[in-house]
């Protein structure tokens, strides 16, 4: 069965930087295509970005371009958002997700598995 634990949420003032991990355990990590999704309170859940399988291909939501980077490690079984100049309006838990298909996912309903989410909050 498929885990994924996300880490590395926190509190940062506006301009700041934070790197959310997101550790897969179970079968063929390789396999996956990986996304970051965030929730605001009141808010329905919203994509923020996907990487290929290979991690040669992503892609984001225009909100976080040239801010947020996806990357991967499948030797580790591990995924990254670095998160740079974060604005109050990226407060949301964060989630990572896990799609069984090979092309990139940027709705909801496309991912297989979740994560509990990891809260982040950036003051102004």
């Known amino acids: 069965q498929v885990q994924l634990v996300e880490s590395g949420g926190g509190l940062v003032q506006a301009g700041g930087s934070l790197r959310l991990s997101c550790k897969f355990s179970?079968?063929?990590?390789?396999?996956?295509?990986m996304g970051w999704f965030r929730q605001a309170p009141g808010k329905e859940r919203e994509f923020v970005a996907t990487i290929s399988w290979s991690g040669d291909s992503t892609y984001y939501t225009n909100s976080v371009k040239g801010r947020f980077t996806i990357s991967r490690e499948n030797g580790w079984n591990t995924v990254w958002l670095q998160m740079n100049s974060l604005k109050p309006e990226d407060t949301a838990v964060y989630l990572c997700a896990a799609r069984t298909a090979m092309e990139l996912g940027s709705m909801e309903n496309e991912y297989d598995y979740w994560g509990q989410g990891t809260q982040v909050t950036v003051s102004s």
């Open positions: 179970g079968r063929a990590f390789s396999s996956y295509v």
